[in-house]
């Protein structure tokens, strides 16, 4: 099926990571430009970058000023700008308990996780006010749905954004674009270069998937090939305000030992 990006102007956040540089890949594949964000992944943005032919845009998402001027970069640097993709974000990989956890570490990842989700997208919807149209799809996490033991910070960030923030934003956009949408992904265990430490451990891996109807972990092009099919108005011209799970049927118990 044709997905109508051929020529739209894509901006993913976090794109030299595993999810985001294999969403990066996805829309360029349906002859997208593409935007390829990073913070201080410089030399894997510009690699992703050069081999799809969009352009490394640098920027601090924490950091009012810089998200601001971001999409505005993104618009010059692509010609023009449809979709916003915010993947940016940080897990700690530090199991730390409520009662032990610092208040500079929760304030630290809330605004990896969600006031870096909250600029970027107040700067794109600043776009489309002037344009009439545009999408969003937000990357959260199964973290935000079950919660996650010792990442109560990381938990609640993704929450916020698959519910209060997510919701709110399907009913805002169209009062500025009509046809506006915005959704979410909400991927679980995914095998990328981040969680390699967790995913190589094959104790682990028989743990987590215990939760899992289907018996395998999610690659980074699964949550990518769901991303494009959201963005798309020809395949989800009709979805908005939705979060799609992308995590082998995962639920809140143990299906099998």
């Known amino acids: 099926m044709d997905t109508g990006l051929d020529g739209k102007g894509v901006l993913v956040t976090g794109a030299g990571g595993g999810i985001g540089s294999a969403v990066a890949r996805a829309f360029a594949a349906e002859g997208a430009r593409v935007g390829v964000h990073y913070r201080s992944s410089r030399a894997r943005a510009e690699a992703v970058a050069a081999e799809i032919g969009g352009a490394a845009l640098q920027a601090d998402l924490t950091i009012e000023a810089e998200a601001d001027d971001l999409v505005p970069a993104a618009v010059a640097a692509l010609g023009r700008l449809d979709v916003l993709v915010a993947n940016a974000g940080d897990w700690p990989s530090e199991d730390q308990p409520v009662w032990e956890m610092s208040y500079e570490r929760w304030r630290r990842y809330l605004a990896a996780n969600l006031d870096s989700v909250f600029l970027s997208c107040r700067a794109f919807l600043r776009h489309v006010k002037q344009t009439g149209e545009g999408n969003i799809v937000i990357v959260a996490s199964t973290a935000g749905v079950f919660g996650e033991a010792g990442h109560s910070d990381y938990a609640s960030a993704k929450g916020a954004l698959a519910s209060g923030f997510l919701k709110s934003l399907k009913n805002e956009i169209v009062r500025i674009a ?32 215990r939760t899992m109807a289907l018996d395998k972990l999610g690659a980074a092009a699964d949550v990518a090939r769901t991303i494009v099919a959201l963005a798309s108005d020809d395949i989800s011209g009709h979805v908005s305000g939705e979060v799609t799970t992308v995590a082998g049927g995962m639920e809140g118990r143990v299906l099998r030992e």
């Open 178 to 209: 009509p046809r506006g949408r915005v959704n979410a992904v909400a991927p679980g265990w995914t095998a990328t270069d981040m969680t390699r430490e967790f995913v190589d451990d094959r104790r682990f891996v028989a743990k987590i998937t």
